[in-house]
């Protein structure tokens, strides 16, 4: 328990120094997008399948399109095929213990997207350690770790997809 405590601790601390200048970030983010990657929270929002259909309104191909998912459930090995990490993964020093969360974050991206508006120590430093040289995001608490904020709720994803496309657009990305 006290240690659980510590390492959220931790956790927090590295998220407040975290600087998006310098961590997480993969080339000058003035690149066309082309490969994608998606943290979703699962608990705020279920409907994986959308994601597809976004990242093909994008012109990202499937095989540069990765998504992993984040939920407080103890028994999700993965939710609908994709790969989840949980709040038990937490480490030391923010490290966040997963396989398939690292085989993401090994990977430099040209865009993620952070689909959560919750304040989970783990969806910030999912954010923050997948190296992306654009950051898309919700307002909310992490925000400081995104390029483009979008403010309204996850549950309102074709206003969100509209606006995401518009500003892509607006921004040369896509």
Known sequence: MFFDKYKEKSAHKILR?????VMGRAGNGNSKVSSLA?????????DVEVFNALAGDLGVKQEHFTMIGYTTRR???????????????????????NDHYRQVSERPYDMLLSYYSTSAVLL????????????????G????????????SPERFPEFREELIKYLTILNKI
């Open 75 to 97: 028994d999700a090995d993965a939710f609908r095929g994709i790969p989840v990490f949980t709040t038990e993964e937490l480490g030391w020093k923010g490290e966040i213990r």
């Open 124 to 139: 910030g430093l999912a954010t923050l350690g997948i190296r992306a040289g654009f950051k898309v995001g919700f307002a």
């Open 17 to 21: 120094k975290g600087s998006p200048a």
């Open 141 to 152: 608490m992490y925000e400081r770790e995104n390029d483009l904020i979008i403010n309204m």
């Open 38 to 46: 998606c943290v979703v929270n699962l608990d705020e929002f279920e």
